[in-house]
């Protein structure tokens, strides 16, 4: 077991390098951020002035160096753009995330899997095809789109639920469900997909012709047998919610690391775009590594391949 | 004794500040880092400007007004500026404006800090000091288009609360002289301002406002549309088609805009002279669409076609007799053939994203009179890039967006700037000579009596609609809105029902 959570902590870090790399190459790409807040009445000499006072006037590899040394040592530099640092930046928005996620995860979850499983169960009846016709549509409509419905159906049409921005649970409620759409309806077929492979085994026949109730045969013996894969998709939607955050925090103006990264792509802030790269790149690894260990405990097979 | 009463009841009413109506909900698409001092170009002056008042206000739609200077005076060369402060103007902290406080804003060590303040900064503020209750301020060399871009730009603090509560304590607490005062602040969410009782202009008419930051324009509009928000602010376009869709008020704001036609082999200093070097083919380009159609279509009524380069048709110098460039496909024809382009011209042409709808159907219009078009579209900073850097290689055209404003956008077309958009010794020239008039009147003479003509001539970029920076959506709680300050949008003439 340590030496298979080793070798998977050893490819975390290559991974976290590789992205430390990348962020760094693309930011770079887009052009210096002094296009963007010099005003049209500075000169050249007021340009080069400005990039000297922010570094960006050294040799790409000198900055990277600089910027993974620092890294290392949690400092990601100044933002130019709200001109502290980068890191408490992304701390300050962390937990709106965080919130938002952990909500869409939760209404996922106590959705999807007792969806998934009883359109298994019932496979081919009519529960079993609005589910999938439900699953279908949500893997198919952009997260974007679903946000802007829920606006006009909620918000504008019914005036139930406030439109945008953070405070109360009502708040809550549109963003959760358009960042949960996604994964809501990804985790379902997962679940509905692991239950059939698992309800057509012999231990599951075994079970059924032993007369245990229905009920315990779904869930103790069929359900416990098909949570690797939910768990391994769970882990992913983690992930995805992190990541989808970026549209659906723009378009309820959720405060969160989401919406600070593409504005800081916008403002070519590279501090905050590093460091919200990094620290995304960070959690990914992590829930990878914390899904690994979960598998490696469901599953003794994994960690002896 | 009796009417003594009744005559001093009615003097203390008319005495005390009016009752504020109410609060209202102004969604924004964001302000800037959310710090209030230093000032600098982006959003968060929507907040700073309205907490603070500058020395001299620019007004909607391009005049300069006394604000908590009386006025101004210049020196003959343009290196000194008087500036007598307003007599009896207090701070929200109740503190009274000094001279103290005006050079502790304009400190070299607070200008240096200050990203846009470019002309004003390195040292070009040789000193600023204190006559009585004038202050001089003097420079190291002329800064043209000081009040325009840099004085009114700049809010006035208090030197002893920023002194004891140190930059940071400001911004958790911003104090100023402005028609609002600070109440609270939720990081990325929401700022909220309050009437401020004593101040010495105009009186705002409304109790409170609270700043949303909402970032998404959809998602505005729909906030106006259920009441969330009484007021948006949105990038003239889409929106203004949306707000006219929903038959809600849209009110043009902002500086005189234009989107224009850049030529890229003009921006080379060692270029081969190409085919947009000549101004025939440059108005060519112009004369064969119908711009009008386009702004109805693209900007929903909300531009009208441009008619010089770098000036809008709103600026108080701007004469009508420069009308735009009509539709003639015919005459577009003819002046290619002139050219020596009988069969029509076929180029590059590049534009942002964000002007889709725009450059479709300049091709469109192009196609008809034998100019094809190959369009590629960038994102937005891909081509601001390309532009600024000139990475865009041989006789592409771009179309993007910039301020009409007269001589600060003149630096569009100097090769000196950092934009440094034109290679051209004839605008280089002009923009010198326009650039060592200091005197506010002799320079706006200068801009109607040569500037104009030039653009004329010259043709330099090829205009094609202009346009207002954005557009107040205006809720049923808002009664009208009629007069503005470019910076800060002039909450206290706001008038709510």
Request: charged letters at 15%.
């Amino acid at each position: 077991m340590t030496r298979y959570l080793l070798a998977r902590l050893l490819q975390g870090l290559m991974t976290l390098l590789a992205v430390s790399v990348v962020v760094f190459v693309l930011s770079r790409l887009s052009g210096d951020p002094l296009t963007l807040i010099m005003d049209p009445m500075s000169t050249k000499a007021d340009l080069a002035r400005e990039l000297a006072r922010l570094g960006l006037d050294r040799s790409y590899p000198a900055q990277y160096a600089i910027f993974l040394g620092n890294a290392l040592h949690g400092d990601f530099g100044q933002s130019i753009f709200f001109k502290r640092s980068a890191f408490e930046v992304f701390l300050e928005k962390l937990p709106a995330t965080l919130e938002l996620g952990g909500t869409a995860m939760a209404v996922s979850m106590l959705i999807a899997i007792p969806v998934g499983v009883l359109s298994a169960v019932h496979k081919g009846g009519w529960f079993d095809r609005i589910a999938r016709l439900v699953a279908l549509t949500g893997q198919s409509a952009p997260v974007f789109w679903i946000g802007l419905v829920l606006i006009l159906l909620f918000s504008v049409t019914l005036g139930w639920l406030p439109t945008a921005g953070r405070g109360s649970w009502r708040n809550l409620v549109l963003p959760a469900i358009t960042l949960g759409w996604y994964g809501n309806a990804f985790l379902m077929r997962i679940t509905r997909s692991a239950m059939l492979d698992v309800l057509g085994t012999d231990y599951v026949k075994l079970a059924r012709l032993e007369g245990l109730p229905e009920r315990r045969v779904i869930w103790k013996h069929a359900f416990k047998n098909a949570a690797t894969s939910i768990v391994t998709t769970l882990g992913l939607m983690s992930i995805s919610l992190v990541t989808g955050a970026v549209v659906t925090e723009t378009v309820f103006a959720w405060p969160g690391v989401g919406r600070l990264t593409v504005d800081a792509i916008f403002q070519r802030d590279f501090p905050v775009v590093q460091a919200a790269v990094i620290l995304i790149a960070v959690m990914v690894v992590v829930v990878n590594l914390a899904v690994d260990v979960v598998y490696a405990w469901i599953d003794p097979r994994v960690r002896f391949q | 004794m009796r009417r003594t009463l009744m005559t001093g009841i009615t003097l203390a009413a008319l005495a005390a500040p009016p009752a504020l109506a109410q609060s209202l909900t102004f969604a924004i698409n964001n302000l800037g880092a959310e710090t209030w001092w230093p000032q600098d170009i982006s959003q968060n002056k929507y907040i700073s400007s309205n907490i603070g008042d500058p020395l001299i206000r620019l007004a909607a739609p391009y005049s300069l007004e006394p604000a908590l200077a009386t006025g101004w005076s210049m020196s003959d060369d343009g290196l000194s500026y008087s500036f007598p402060l307003r007599a009896g103007v207090t701070f929200h902290d109740g503190s009274p404006l000094t001279p103290d406080d005006v050079m502790f804003s304009f400190a070299p060590a607070h200008v240096e800090k200050v990203v846009g303040f470019s002309a004003i900064k390195g040292g070009n503020i040789l000193g600023i000091e204190a006559q009585g209750n004038t202050v001089v301020m003097r420079l190291k060399t002329p800064v043209p288009a000081l009040m325009d871009n840099y004085i009114s730009r700049a809010s006035i603090w208090p030197k002893a609360y920023v002194e004891r509560v140190g930059i940071e304590g400001f911004n958790k607490q911003p104090v100023g002289a402005g028609p609002f005062r600070f109440v609270e602040h939720v990081k990325g969410q929401h700022v909220k301002l309050a009437a401020w009782e004593h101040y010495y202009g105009d009186q705002p008419q409304v109790k409170e406002i609270t700043f949303r930051i909402i970032p998404e324009a959809a998602t505005r509009i729909a906030m106006l549309r259920t009441g969330e928000a009484d007021i948006t602010y949105n990038e003239v376009g889409a929106s203004t088609g949306e707000l006219k869709k929903y038959a809600m008020r849209g009110q043009p704001y902002g500086q005189p805009a234009q989107a224009a036609l850049i030529f890229n082999s003009l921006l080379n200093p060692d270029r081969t002279p190409g085919r947009f070097d000549d101004i025939r083919v440059r108005q060519a380009l112009i004369l064969a669409v119908d711009r009008k159609v386009i702004a109805d279509a693209v900007y929903f009524g909300a531009a009208s076609p441009a008619a010089l380069p770098v000036v809008g048709t709103r600026m108080p110098f701007y004469d009508a007799k420069f009308a735009p460039l009509p539709y003639d496909a015919t005459r577009a024809k003819k002046l290619l053939a002139d050219a020596g382009y009988p069969q029509g011209l076929q180029f590059d042409f590049v534009a942002a994203t964000s002007n889709k709808d725009l450059a479709v159907l300049l091709v469109s219009f192009w196609q008809r009179a034998g100019i094809k078009a190959n369009l590629t579209l960038l994102d937005p900073v891909s081509l601001s890039r390309a532009w600024w850097q000139r990475t865009l290689q041989g006789d592409q055209v771009m179309l993007v967006g910039g301020l009409a404003n007269g001589m600060a956008s003149a630096v569009y077309i100097n090769s000196k700037s950092q934009v440094a958009m034109y290679a051209s010794p004839a605008t280089d020239a002009l923009f010198a000579q326009g650039m060592a008039i200091i005197d506010p009147a002799k320079q706006t003479a200068w801009l109607h009596d040569t500037l104009l003509p030039a653009m004329n001539e010259l043709y330099p970029i090829a205009p094609v609609l202009e346009y207002q920076e954005g557009v107040l959506g205006l809720g049923p709680k808002v009664k009208s809105w009629d007069r503005f300050d470019l910076h800060s949008f002039g909450l206290q003439w706001l008038v709510p029902k």
